[in-house]
């Protein structure tokens, strides 16, 4: 199974969101569209997470990695 990309992951979870806020949905269908929606959130989040790391890190002239850190920290 190949991955998600981020945008596709949010959008459906977002269509799980909406589905689940109309209320017209079987329990277990809820249970289970409310489980893969945190899956999807959870994965969402990671890759969100990976993002900011990656980009929080600037290379020196000697193309060493460093940690950007904002003035005033």
């Known amino acids: 199974m190949a991955t998600k990309t981020f945008e596709a992951s949010l959008q459906e979870l977002e269509e799980i969101v909406l ?28 890759t969100l997470t990976k993002a900011e790391k990656t980009l929080t890190k600037m290379m020196t002239e000697a193309n ?7 003035k005033g920290e």
């Open 19 to 46: 589905k689940l806020e109309q209320g017209d949905v079987p329990l277990e269908e809820a249970l289970d569209a409310f489980k893969k929606g945190m899956d999807l959130s959870k994965q969402c989040q990671d």
């Open 64 to 70: 060493e990695e460093v940690v950007f850190e904002e």
